[in-house]
């Protein structure tokens, strides 16, 4: 049972930096991205960005332009640079990673592991 554990959250004043960690507990062979999700409360859980195995780089919404997702792929560790930090990012950041799940006749890549989160307060 391979578990997601993330560090780096805290509490910043607004235009500061932090850098979050994200870190299996074990290597995880079937995985096919990673990423960062985050959920501010009262709020649905957006995408920020993934890494697919091939190196690409998709992002969401939430990207912003100002965070910058990047991958240590010898340790599997995933990190997210996050820059100019606004009252509006307040929110749980959650690293995710996604598997090769059977989908009829094949399989889909699927977010199936979750990190517990690590808050992230502006103000």
């Known amino acids: 049972h391979v578990q997601l554990v993330e560090s780096g959250g805290g509490s910043v004043l607004a235009g500061g930096t932090l850098k979050l960690s994200c870190v299996p507990s074990?290597?995880?062979?079937?995985?096919?991205?990673m990423g960062w999700y985050r959920q501010a409360p009262g709020k649905e859980r957006e995408l920020i960005s993934y890494i697919a195995n091939d190196g690409t780089i998709t992002s969401g919404d939430a990207m912003k332009g100002r965070f910058t997702i990047s991958q240590d792929t010898d340790k599997d560790t995933l990190f997210l640079q996050m820059n100019d930090l606004q009252t509006e990012d307040t929110a749980v950041y959650i690293c995710a990673a996604a598997t090769y799940v059977p989908h009829g006749s094949g399989t889909r890549c699927t977010w199936t592991i979750w990190g517990q989160g690590t808050q992230v307060t502006v103000s």
């Open positions: 074990k290597r995880i062979y079937t995985d096919c991205r």
